[in-house]
């Protein structure tokens, strides 16, 4: 439940989501679409973690809501570009599969946080 993870657990998953990202790329083959998608998909996934340490730095409700929604949107680029790299062949599903598990509950976080976050800005 995300109600239930408080945010040093989440600077942990973000940066061992960016990890695993960055250790899956280290396998995978070299070629054309394999660089192109890699480069994508580390910048995306650092960029989770990265960003989620702004969230924690947030000044107030709105500057909150701002910068998770980037978080989300990173989270969520992270799935466009794994799912480019199962269907285009050059990762197989069972290398990816943690690391889209995580995007996927990644995302769920945020969403619920987001939410939360908004209903709270709009009670201000």
Known sequence: M????NSDELKRRTKSFALMAIRLCQELPRGQA???ITRQLLRSSTSVGENYRAVCRARSTADFVSKLGIVLEEADENL????????????????????????????SIFVASLRTAKGLKSAI
Do not use: C, Q, Y
């Open 80 to 107: 466009f570009w794994l799912e480019l790299l199962i269907e285009s062949g050059v990762a197989r599903p069972d290398k990816t599969a943690p690391l889209l598990r995580e995007a996927n509950e990644l995302v």
């Open 2 to 5: 995300a109600g239930s993870i």
């Open 34 to 36: 394999s660089t192109v």
